[in-house]
């Protein structure tokens, strides 16, 4: 990338993308002196209420996308199922940032996970499922219990059938709507924790401590760092990340769920899912840390150097679900706690509202 393509203070970043992962973009962008203009399908977008620019529509309107790419100087994105098309149309007009090359590999669970795998990365034990005899193949070659997800479009537990031991696969595949799948063994793990880190233009790596993860209704509950987790298995997650973020060349924040799983011979870290982008398990370095993961991303993309974060606290986060929104009052109250909500007008069940930051024993 030419270096005449770095952003100067006063450039402006087109984010894909109108969530609350938007939003805190364009915030962070805004406090480096840059602005963000935010194309979002859906007109109830958090990332609107913090831009002067913004574009609801399609993802496939060429004639608004066209628009976009000329009113910015670079685009980023904060979801990893921007279509395709959308992509490429964007990237033959403007740098993207990450390479969409980067969306296809993690967009399809059966080719991130024969991705990680071909890095001689663990994972879960996986196959594919597009058909009854390669289900029936699948579950004789993992074993139950397994779980059963969807390729395609799967987050937050959507998408996502157990069978148990003794379970019955072909209704957990017809829950799924007989849609392309992959089987997974079910990982008995000890522990989820994830790794956030950045990858500047010319190949500068810096992650975050590692956060350990609790999910409640398979949605991201509290994220707490340090995780509990020994220094060597710290180690270990991070040369996971790292290796990810260099194989795909990738510029900006990569977010790597992985399980620590504790057997007879030891504990190992096996990868669960990449998130080509800032991540809900990395909110806390928001507030707990020198540097958020949002700067970070802004300053990879922008092609300038990223900072070296240094955590102030022990932290928890919480994120507030549904109408756990309402509590936001008590939570102004509490000592140590920041509080941050994304605007959303509607508190639909199981919907990510806000999430708060407590920091404990301060660092000296
Ligand atoms: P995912 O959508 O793949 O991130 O899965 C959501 C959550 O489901 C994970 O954070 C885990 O708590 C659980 N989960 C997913 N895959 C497995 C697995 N193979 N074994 C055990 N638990 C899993």
Known sequence: MSP?????????????GGG??????????????????????????????????????PYDDRERLAAFADAVDLITYEFENVPAETANFLAARRIVLP?????????????????????????APFAAVGSLSELAAAVDAIGLPAVLKTRRLGYDGKGQA????GGDPLRAWEALGRAPTILEGFVPFEREISVIVAR??????????????????????VSRVPAAITPDVAAQADDIAARIAKAFGFVGVLAVEMFVVHDGSGTSVLVNEIAPRV???????????????????????????LAV?????????????????????RWLGVTGAAVHLYGKSEAR?????GHVTRMFHRRR
Request: proline residues 4%.
């Open 4 to 16: 005449a393509t770095v952003l100067q203070p006063g450039a402006t970043i087109g984010i894909l």
């Open 20 to 57: 609350q992962l938007g939003r805190m973009l364009a915030l962070a962008a805004a406090r480096l002196g840059l602005h963000c203009h935010v194309y979002a399908a859906d007109a109830d977008s958090p990332a609107f209420d913090v831009v002067q620019k913004w574009i609801c529509a």
């Open 99 to 123: 390479d969409p090359a980067v969306l296809a590999r993690t967009q399809d669970r059966l080719i991130e996970k024969t991705f990680i795998a071909d890095l001689a990365i663990a994972t």
């Open 162 to 165: 157990m069978i148990a031991a």
């Open 200 to 221: 500047s233009r010319d190949g500068q790596l810096q992650s975050f401590d590692v956060a350990e993860n609790e999910h409640r209704d398979h949605i991201l509950k």
């Open 279 to 305: 991540h809900n398990s990395g909110h806390w370095t928001l507030d707990g840390c020198t540097v958020s993961q949002f700067e970070q991303h802004i300053r990879a993309v922008a092609g300038w150097p």
């Open 309 to 329: 974060p240094v955590r102030w606290a022990d932290v928890e986060m919480i994120n507030l679900i549904g109408d756990e929104v309402n509590d936001y009052a």
């Open 349 to 353: 069940p199981g919907r990510k509202m």
